[in-house]
C-alpha cells in the first residue's frame, strides 16, 4: 500500500464510538424510501414469500459480499471511495470507479431530499388535521404542481439533513440514529400489528409471506436483485466512508450481517405494514397493490388511513416512520459527500458542508421545478428527477459496484481485505466470500445494469 494520498489527512478522522453506533447509522444509511414504498410492491408482484426467501438468498451471498468488501476498504484505509482506491493503485481506470462511487451521492441526496420534502409535507398534513383533504384523487398532483410549495418542503428538508452534518460524526450522526432507529422499529412493529389486525387483512398477510410458486421467474430474482443492492446503500460511497469511521477492535463480518438483517427485517415490517391495509381497503383487489413508489405512498395509502377511525393518528405515526428513514438515509448520503471533499479538497468540515449544501439546492431545485416550472424539459424522454434516478441507481450503481469487486481481486487481492477482517475477530464466511466476490458478485452487477436500463426503457417491466 503505497501512503501518497496521506497529505489529504490535515484533519483528525472522526469515529463512530462504537458498535451500536455503527450498526445503527449503518442501519439507518440503509433503511430509507427503498425499503418502504418499493419492496411492498416488488413482494407483492413477484410471489409474496418467494420473493422474500429469494431476497434473504441475495442478501446473505451477494449483499454480504458487498457490505464486508466496501466497510474493509473503508476501515482500512480511513477514507472514502476515493481515497481508499488511491491508497492501492494511481490508474486511470481505478480513479475513474472511485469518483463513480463517490460522484452516485452527490447525484442521489439533492433528489432524495426532494421526496424527504414531500414526506414532510404530509406529515403536517396529518398533524394540522388534513386527513380526508389528503386523501382526494387530485391532492398530491397539484400539491406537486406548485413550485414554491415543493421548493419549500425541500428546502427545510434539506436543512434538518445538513445541521445534522455539521454537527459531526459522533455528536450528530450517531446521536440522531441512536434517537430515531429505535422509534422507527417500535412504529413500525405497532403500524403492522395494527394492520394486521384490521379485518380483511388475513388474506394480505398470506399474500405477502406465504410462498406462491407459480409466481417465481427469472424476473423474480433480477428485481429481488436490484431491491437489495439499492437496499443495503451498495456502491453509493456509504459503506466506505461509515467504515472509515469504525473503530479497529468492532467485529467487521457481524456488524456487517446486523447490519443486513436489520434493513431486511425493515423491509418485511414495511410489507406487514402496506399491504395487509391496502388489501382490507381494498377489499382484496390484487391491483391496488402493484402500486410503488410515489403512487403507493402519496396517493393510495391516504386513502387508507382516511378509512379508518384512528386514520389521522395512523397516518402521523406512519409518516413520522418514513421521514426517519428518509432522513437518516439522507444524512449518510451527505456525510459521504462531505467526507469527499474533506479528504480530497483539504477543506474543514463546515465549508464542505456548506458546499454539499449548495449542490443539494442547485439540483434539488431542478428536481422539485421538473413537476410545474420546468415540466416541459425533458432529459431522454424523463423529467429531472426521474433522470437523476436513472443515471444514479440503474448505471452508475451497477458500474461503481463492479468497479470495487474488480479492484479488490486484481489489486487489493482478496488475502488483503481478509487480513483486515480478522484484525477485529473470525471471518467465519470466508469461502462464500471468496466464491462470490470472484464468480457471483461482478456478473450480478452485469445482470442489474443491463435489467435496469431495459426497464427504464419499457423493454421489460420490474
Request: aromatic fraction near 14%; proline fraction near 3%.
Amino acid at each position: 500500500m503505497d501512503n501518497q494520498h496521506t497529505k489529504h489527512h490535515h484533519h483528525p478522522r472522526s469515529a463512530f464510538s462504537g458498535k451500536l453506533g455503527y450498526v445503527l447509522a449503518t442501519a439507518g444509511a440503509s433503511v430509507g424510501l427503498g425499503n418502504i414504498w418499493r419492496f411492498p410492491y416488488l413482494a407483492a408482484k413477484y410471489g409474496g414469500g418467494v420473493f422474500l426467501l429469494t431476497y434473504l438468498i441475495l442478501m446473505l451471498t451477494f449483499g454480504y459480499t458487498m457490505l464486508i468488501s466496501e466497510t474493509a476498504m473503508g476501515r482500512m484505509t480511513k477514507h472514502g471511495p476515493v481515497g481508499a482506491f488511491a491508497q492501492f493503485s494511481n490508474s486511470g481506470w481505478s480513479k475513474c470507479g472511485a469518483w463513480i462511487n463517490a460522484i452516485v451521492p452527490i447525484i442521489i441526496l439533492p433528489y432524495y431530499s426532494v421526496i424527504g420534502g414531500w414526506v414532510f409535507k404530509y406529515l403536517v398534513g396529518y398533524i394540522t388535521g388534513e386527513t380526508q383533504a389528503m386523501a382526494g384523487d387530485d391532492y398530491f398532483g397539484s400539491f406537486i404542481g406548485d413550485g414554491s410549495s415543493v421548493e419549500l418542503w425541500f428546502i427545510l428538508f434539506a436543512i434538518c439533513v445538513i445541521l445534522v452534518i455539521i454537527a459531526g460524526v459522533e455528536k450528530g450522526i450517531e446521536r440522531v440514529s441512536k434517537i430515531m432507529m429505535p422509534i422507527l422499529v417500535i412504529l413500525a412493529i405497532c403500524i403492522a400489528g395494527y394492520s394486521m389486525s384490521r379485518s380483511g387483512a388475513v388474506d394480505g398477510i398470506k399474500y405477502f409471506l406465504v410462498p406462491n410458486f407459480s409466481d417465481f421467474s427469472i424476473m423474480t430474482i433480477v428485481a429481488a436483485m436490484g431491491q437489495m443492492f439499492y437496499s443495503l446503500s451498495i456502491a453509493m460511497g456509504i459503506l466506505y466512508t461509515y467504515g472509515s469511521y469504525m473503530r479497529k477492535d468492532v467485529d467487521l463480518e457481524r456488524t456487517q450481517l446486523e447490519v443486513g438483517f436489520f434493513d431486511s427485517g425493515i423491509a418485511v415490517l414495511a410489507g406487514l405494514m402496506i399491504i395487509p391495509a391496502v388489501f382490507a381497503f381494498s377489499g382484496g383487489d390484487h391491483d391496488a397493490l402493484l402500486q410503488s413508489g410515489p403512487s403507493l405512498m402519496f396517493i393510495t395509502l391516504p386513502k387508507v388511513f382516511a378509512s379508518m377511525a384512528i386514520g389521522r393518528l395512523g397516518g402521523f405515526l406512519f409518516f413520522v416512520l418514513v421521514l426517519f428513514a428518509a432522513l437518516t438515509s439522507a444524512i449518510a448520503l451527505a456525510e459521504t459527500c462531505t467526507s469527499t471533499f474533506v479528504d480530497q479538497l483539504g477543506w474543514n468540515r463546515i465549508r464542505a458542508t456548506i458546499l454539499v449544501f449548495g449542490i443539494m439546492v442547485a439540483l434539488g431545485t431542478l428536481s422539485s421545478l421538473g413537476f410545474n416550472v420546468l415540466s416541459g424539459v425533458a432529459i431522454i424522454g424523463m423529467g429531472f428527477l426521474d433522470f437523476f434516478d436513472f443515471i444514479s441507481n440503474s448505471v452508475m450503481m451497477p458500474i461503481g459496484a463492479a468497479a470495487t469487486c474488480i479492484f479488490i481481486l486484481h489489486t487489493v487481492k482478496v488475502k488483503t481485505i481478509e487480513e483486515e477482517v480478522r484484525l477485529s475477530g473470525p471471518f467465519r464466511w470466508v469461502g462464500l466470500y471468496r466464491f462470490c466476490l470472484k464468480y457471483l458478485a461482478p456478473a450480478f452487477c452485469i445482470i442489474i445494469l443491463v435489467s435496469a436500463v431495459l426497464n427504464v426503457f419499457g423493454v421489460i417491466s420490474i
